[in-house]
């Protein structure tokens, strides 16, 4: 955008944004007040970068960008998760005011005086219709949906059919929707409708007992769609604590609920400030009934371990009920000062009234509760359960609460039980998590051990392997599973691409059919259409009760992926129990249908979803143009989105619009996206609405800000730039102060080429005459294109014929008088050198000059004040 506005006036000003990277010291000496040359400046730079996909991402989950946001209205805190779902940002003021926080995270050793230039994207003259189109919400549809739209708790399928198909808009849920907003609906499709057959009776599993609470939360990830059954464990003014057999998560901004009410709640998971969390979007809760809460035993956390939280909570993690004992800062906030902790204080999050009464300033307190963020680099952030009062503590086994919080790298010491045995090694389980004891061998499943090795990592999982492992046999236990996640063909097809960390195993079960070849034993799951499930390192046990075709059920742990041809594809599990799948195993009475993924986007009216004008590219389609996972891997989707608008619109006229919406993977991570597509009577084009835009941010104590100031430094006398400015100057003071009628001669460049003062019946009109003969400097202002300065000399301007204008003043009052001209011509000039500029694109513009006479530089600022107008900001007259 800089470039755009050099090339209108011919280059004729060189373009310093700032300048002062070179210069530091000069500037901070001249221009900051209170500095002091001798001030030691360790690291002052000049920093220029474009943003990246992944840094849109980083921005919208920046926590100081969510209290911004979260002050300004939900509105804000909408359009900043959009930022980073869209990868470009609404606004130059919506860069403003999110990317220093950015700098502070990403630059926090550089100085004040330093200079960020930030490239970024930025939407320009978009539709109202295609930013919401870009920021539109998702949508999974789950099982208690078809069973909507079948209208039936029992004879239903998994999918939609044609006869079905306009029920599909009555079960997305419109929470915290707006009017005129869109969601993207995922959903299976099946052209068959299914034919009703007798549902035989489904022996239960006598080793996966019915559970009341599911096991989910101690497994999804980010952007997971969930249901969950459970009960509320911890309760805050910023939501509850939802608490399953294996994980508690933070509903945000939930209320309503009281502590032991049991739930069940469908959403997504989300993150905020390192924890996961499910918000309002798409939320649905229902109280099923209550019960007594029992806690975990606590997590005991000292000053020391605080402080090591703020640099090993890396990734985002679930909450966990913990136990510490600080003395209470109770005043606006509740803090909690950690004896031995450096950094680290524990802060209550969400405190009730009655949370606030338990805390006295100054003394000492024992805090229980969940431990669910961390923010500002420094408060453990802490919803209460009790205060100084244990609460009812479930009675505690000999078992670590370790597996489930280790990272790469860490050196463990883990007491627990062996659940799956393989030849690769067994299942190490403890309270939190389970893990592979990789080439570990001579254990059976129920041996209690106590385990001391290092956290390693193989195909995105965890393993402990033999380099200085040591294991020791404690005893013996019955060991219980938990509810499986179930492995859908979608749901492995989907861990191809969301598996992309080192994770613990999960227990799990799939149901397809075995294909046995040598020693490899491979497991086809109906619905998926990359991955493939993989029995990895089956025992001998095992392998006695399986068949190659052979239809059943696996229930084990999922431990990694693995790839074929560099592209993740399988799926492993250690098997633990195989049940052969009989006629009748189906949860529904009637007939199986084959189904697939599909996309819609629906358009909420007020009122209702409408199936909204969008073309969306569906996983078939990406299949057909050979994108593996279901996605583009941007900017693939401009080579391939006209091929296939072409393809799937023959016959598209000239001027022809669709909007196509598709998966995209950018910055590490798989979003929708929409673009605007025309047929310009040839080919489908692209419509750009967004540009790249240069912003000039700079530290001043201690904080990024963003500078919108543009300099023009006119102190080179001999600069080309220099001496066209002045030119500019003349030519305006000719036309507005020297002759008060008549017209100059120009060339066409606007320079005059007559230096005769017009003259009308002979003789000179009114006027100062403040312009000398040689057309190239004049005395109003002591513009001189000549020799590239500002002539304020007294003397010259007496011995001009300018004199009846100033001849009267002393020498101090022609200087004031001369800058008083140069302030007033400059504001004016600066019109004709930037007539597009705007406010948006510069707040202010700085006007250098050389002074002929004093002999100094001087600075000039002006404010743009709309279009191409500038108004002088009094007082700012500055001599360097």
Same mark, same amino acid.
């Given at each position: 955008m800089n470039k755009r506005f050099l090339t209108q006036i011919l280059s004729l000003v060189a373009l310093a944004i700032f300048g002062w990277g070179c210069e530091t010291g000069h500037?901070?000496?001249?221009?900051?007040?209170?500095?002091?040359?001798?001030?030691?400046?360790?690291?002052?730079?000049?920093?220029?970068?474009?943003?990246?996909?992944?840094?849109?991402?980083?921005?919208?989950?920046?926590?100081?960008?969510?209290?911004?946001?979260e002050q300004a209205g939900e509105d804000a805190v909408a359009a900043l998760s959009a930022i980073g779902k869209n990868k470009y940002f609404g606004s130059a003021d919506e860069a403003a005011a999110y990317i220093p926080a950015y700098l502070a995270a990403t630059y926090p050793t550089l100085d004040n005086g330093s200079v960020a230039m930030i490239t970024y994207t930025t939407a320009i003259e978009m539709p109202e219709d295609l930013k919401k189109l870009n920021a539109a919400t998702e949508y999974t549809l789950t099982e208690d949906d078809y069973k909507t739209i079948w209208e039936s708790e029992e004879d239903y399928v998994k999918a939609v059919t044609p006869a079905t198909a306009s029920k599909l808009a009555k079960v997305i849920p419109a929470d915290d929707i707006r009017e005129g907003e869109y969601v993207a609906v995922t959903y299976n499709y099946s052209a068959e409708e299914p034919k009703?057959?007798?549902?035989?009776?489904?022996?239960?599993?006598?080793?996966?007992?019915?559970?009341?609470?599911?096991?989910?939360?101690?497994?999804?990830?980010?952007?997971?769609?969930v249901e969950v059954k459970g009960y509320i464990s911890a309760t805050s003014t910023q939501g509850p604590i939802l608490t399953d057999k294996t994980g508690s998560v933070l509903l945000y901004k939930t209320t309503g609920f009281e502590i032991g009410d049991e739930v069940t709640v469908s959403g997504t998971i989300s993150s905020y400030n390192k924890g996961f969390q499910i918000g309002t979007a798409g939320l649905t809760i229902e109280k099923t009934g209550t019960t007594e809460v029992k806690y975990p035993q606590p997590i005991e956390l000292d000053g020391p371990a605080m402080d090591e939280l703020l640099t090993t909570r890396t990734e985002d993690g679930y909450a966990q009920f913990v136990k510490f004992t600080g003395t209470a800062s109770a005043g606006k906030y509740i803090n909690i000062k950690m004896e031995g902790a450096t950094t680290a204080q524990g802060s209550v999050y969400g405190a009730s009234d009655e949370v606030k009464a338990l805390f006295?300033?100054?003394?000492?307190?024992?805090?229980?509760?969940?431990?669910?963020?961390?923010?500002?680099?420094?408060?453990?952030?802490?919803?209460?359960v009790s205060v100084d009062e244990a609460p009812a503590i479930e009675a505690a086994n000999n078992y670590t609460s370790v597996l489930g919080g280790v990272k790469l790298n860490d050196a463990v010491e883990v007491k627990g039980y062996i659940s799956a045995t393989s030849t690769q090694g067994p299942i190490l389980t403890d309270n939190t998590g389970s893990v592979l004891l990789y080439k570990t061998s001579g254990y059976e499943i129920g041996d209690e051990v106590t385990v001391s090795g290092t956290i390693s990592s193989f195909n995105c999982g965890f393993q402990i392997g033999t380099n200085g492992i040591a294991i020791e046999k404690t005893g013996t236990a019955e060991v219980k599973y938990p509810a499986p996640m179930d492995l859908t063909g979608a749901k492995m097809d989907e861990l191809l691409t969301t598996r992309v960390n080192d994770e613990c195993a999960y227990y799990a079960k799939m149901t397809g059919k075995l294909s046995i070849s040598g020693n490899y034993y491979n497991f086809n799951v109906d619905g998926a259409t990359t991955a493939v499930g993989s029995l990895y390192g089956v025992t001998d046990e095992i392998k006695a009760q399986l068949a190659d075709g052979m239809s059943c059920t696996?229930?084990?742990?999922?431990?990694?992926?693995?790839?074929?041809?560099?592209?993740?594809?399988?799926?492993?599990?250690? #098997?633990?129990? $195989?049940? +052969?799948?009989?006629?009748? &195993?189906?949860?529904?009475?009637? @007939?199986?249908?084959? =189904?697939?993924?599909?996309?819609?986007?629906?358009?909420?009216?007020?009122?209702?979803?409408?199936?909204?004008? #969008?073309?969306? $590219?569906? +996983?078939?389609?990406?299949? &057909?143009?050979?994108?593996?996972? @279901?996605?583009?891997? =941007?900017p693939a989707q401009d080579d391939y989105l006209p091929l296939f608008l072409a393809q799937s619109y023959p016959y598209a006229l000239d001027g022809d619009v669709k909007n196509v919406a598709f998966r995209c993977y950018a910055g590490g991570t798989t979003s929708w996206k929409v673009d605007e597509y025309v047929f310009d009577g040839n080919a489908w084009v692209k419509t750009i609405y967004f540009e790249a835009k240069t912003d000039q941010f700079r530290k001043n104590e201690g904080v990024w800000a963003v500078d919108r100031t543009l300099e023009l430094d006119f102190t080179n006398t001999s600069s080309a730039d220099t001496k066209a400015f002045y030119q500019y100057?003349?030519?305006?003071?000719?036309?507005?102060?020297?002759?008060?009628?008549?017209?100059?001669?120009?060339?066409?460049?606007?320079?005059?080429?007559?230096?005769?003062?017009?003259?009308?019946?002979?003789?000179?009109?009114?006027?100062?005459?403040?312009?000398?003969?040689?057309?190239?400097?004049?005395?109003?202002?002591?513009?001189?294109?000549?020799y590239g300065n500002m002539d304020w000399r007294p003397s010259a301007v007496k011995g001009g014929f300018a004199a009846a204008g100033m001849g009267d003043l002393s020498d101090d009052e022609i200087v004031a008088k001369l800058k008083e001209h140069t302030a007033e011509v400059f504001a004016e000039v600066l019109h004709y050198v930037y007539p597009t500029m705007t406010p948006e694109q510069y707040k202010k513009v700085v006007v250098k000059v050389y002074a002929y006479g004093p002999n100094a530089n001087y600075a000039f600022s002006f404010e743009v004040t709309g279009e191409g107008t500038f108004a002088y900001i009094a007082d700012s007259i500055a001599e360097l």
């Open positions: 500037f901070n000496e001249h221009m900051i007040d209170g500095y002091e040359q001798e001030t030691e400046v360790t690291d002052v730079q000049t920093v220029e970068y474009t943003l990246t996909d992944g840094d849109y991402s980083t921005i919208s989950k920046n926590s100081t960008n969510a209290s911004i946001a009703t057959e007798e549902e035989p009776e489904t022996p239960a599993d006598p080793d996966v007992p019915a559970e009341k609470y599911t096991s989910v939360l101690g497994s999804a990830v980010l952007n997971d769609v006295t300033d100054g003394e000492e307190c024992t805090i229980y509760g969940y431990f669910c963020s961390i923010s500002s680099g420094e408060f453990i952030n802490v919803i209460v696996l229930y084990g742990y999922f431990i990694s992926i693995s790839k074929s041809g560099g592209n993740p594809k399988y799926v492993n599990m250690i #098997v633990t129990k $195989v049940e +052969p799948v009989t006629k009748g &195993a189906a949860t529904r009475a009637i @007939g199986k249908v084959e =189904s697939v993924k599909k996309y819609a986007y629906f358009k909420w009216s007020g009122s209702a979803f409408e199936a909204a004008d #969008v073309v969306a $590219v569906q +996983p078939a389609d990406f299949d &057909a143009m050979g994108q593996k996972y @279901g996605s583009f891997t =941007s100057c003349v030519n305006w003071v000719y036309d507005n102060k020297d002759v008060a009628m008549g017209a100059p001669a120009r060339d066409n460049a606007g320079v005059i080429i007559s230096t005769d003062i017009v003259t009308i019946d002979g003789a000179k009109p009114a006027g100062s005459y403040w312009v000398s003969n040689y057309g190239n400097n004049e005395f109003y202002t002591g513009a001189s294109a000549y």
